[in-house]
Structure formats: C-alpha cells, structure tokens
Nanobody
C-alpha cells in the first residue's frame, strides 16, 4: 500500500505558475502509475494528467494541454505537476492518485490510491 501527500498549492494570480508535488511512501514507488486530478466546488473530479511507471509516457487533459506538464522522480518517490499560465478556471483542489495497473487515463475509479488534496486558487 502506498500513502500519498500533496504539497505546493496556494494562491496565485492569473498568468502565474505553481508546482505541485506528491510524495509517496510505503511501497516501491516505481510500480505505480500516477496521475493528478482536480475538483472544483460543485463539479465532478476531473483528470488533469497521468504518467507511466518509467515516466516515458504521459497523458494531459485538453483543458490544460500546453500549460501543464507532469513529471516523476522514482528515486525521490515524487510526482510533480508543473502549472504555467494559470487561469481562474484552474481553481480547484488538486489530488494525486496512483494505481498498479498500466493505465494513465481519465477514469477516476481506475485509481486505487489517493492523497488528501491541495488547494489551488487563481485570482483574476
């Protein structure tokens, strides 16, 4: 079992940047496919980005493509979400998620392990 803890959220002005980090502990990190999701108030949780075990394959949601990138460091057991040119509509709680199957897509219930989330607020 893996435990996931997100950090790096905060308040930023539109056009700014943030880097979210997710630290994993428990089992060997490299066996997990990882992803980031977000949930805005009153909305469904939505997929943001996913990354394969080695980091060689990534998937990015159309809504953030060109602005967000995902990366991982298996030696440090971390996965990061680099967010640039942030917009007010990016405001949400961001969650780190992991699974043991080779799936980097958007279906929420394919991910078994979840962090507690970190708040990102983008002001206009």
């Amino acid at each position: 079992q893996v435990q996931l803890v997100e950090s790096g959220g905060g308040l930023v002005q539109a056009g700014g940047s943030l880097r979210l980090s997710c630290a994993a502990s428990g089992r060997t990190f490299s066996i997990y496919v990882m992803a980031w999701f977000r949930q805005a108030p009153g909305k469904e949780r939505e997929f943001v980005a996913g990354i394969s075990r080695s980091g060689g394959r990534t998937a990015i949601a159309d809504s953030v493509k060109g602005r967000f990138t995902i990366s991982r460091d298996n030696a440090e057991s971390t996965v990061n979400l680099h967010m640039n040119n942030l917009k007010p509509e990016d405001t949400a709680v961001y969650y780190c998620a992991g699974n043991l199957i080779d799936y980097t897509g958007p279906v929420t219930n394919r991910y078994k392990y979840w962090g507690q989330g970190t708040q990102v607020t983008v002001s206009s």
